[in-house]
Structure formats: structure tokens, C-alpha cells
């Protein structure tokens, strides 16, 4: 089973300008960095209950309040992340 199909793999190709190996894994460590970026989003969101720029209906005085940038080791290198 195949989480892209062949349409949107072409595309992802086509989209980064993958021409070699190097390209390839520049663009998935880009990938992957924007996922673990959306993850911790999503966490905060969930912990604090609401989303982010929600104005309406919040029961916890907790507020976004900015980020931290971080660096983290991966399979693909390091790569810094923005810690909400």
C-alpha cells in the first residue's frame, strides 16, 4: 500500500526539482521537518483546546505565546524546529 500515488509522487518530483539522490534527501528532510513542525502544533492545540487564533470560547487562561527554536538530530541531519 502506497501513501502517495504515482500522480503525486510525480509531482512532489517535479514541485522540489529532485534531479538526484542529494535532491531527494534535501527535500524529504524538508518534509520531514514541516510534519514534526505540524505534529507539535497540533499537540499544543489539543493540550491547550483550542486552536491556534481562536479568539472564542476558551476555558484556560494558558495563551500561544511565541516559539523557541530547537535542533534536533533525525536520520536526516539536524534541523531546527520552532517549539511552540
Same mark, same amino acid.
Given at each position: %500500500? $502506497?501513501? !502517495?500515488?504515482?500522480?503525486? +509522487?510525480?509531482?512532489?518530483?517535479?514541485?522540489?526539482?529532485i534531479? $538526484?539522490?542529494?535532491?531527494?534527501?534535501?527535500? +524529504?528532510? #524538508?518534509?520531514?521537518?514541516?510534519?514534526?513542525?505540524? %505534529? +507539535?502544533?497540533?499537540? !499544543? $492545540?489539543t493540550? +491547550?483546546?483550542?486552536?491556534?487564533?481562536?479568539?472564542?470560547?476558551?476555558?484556560?487562561?494558558? $495563551?500561544? #505565546?511565541?516559539?523557541?527554536?530547537?535542533?534536533?538530530?533525525?536520520?536526516?541531519g539536524? %534541523?531546527?524546529?520552532?517549539?511552540?
Amino acid at each position: %500500500m $502506497s501513501i !502517495l500515488t504515482k500522480e503525486q +509522487l510525480k509531482n512532489f518530483i517535479s514541485e522540489n526539482n529532485i534531479q $538526484s539522490i542529494p535532491d531527494l534527501y534535501a527535500s +524529504l528532510k #524538508n518534509l520531514f521537518k514541516d510534519t514534526i513542525q505540524e %505534529m +507539535l502544533e497540533a499537540e !499544543l $492545540s489539543t493540550e +491547550l483546546g483550542y486552536e491556534k487564533y481562536e479568539k472564542k470560547d476558551k476555558d484556560t487562561p494558558n $495563551s500561544r #505565546n511565541g516559539y523557541t527554536q530547537k535542533t534536533v538530530k533525525t536520520q536526516f541531519g539536524e %534541523m531546527e524546529i520552532d517549539i511552540p
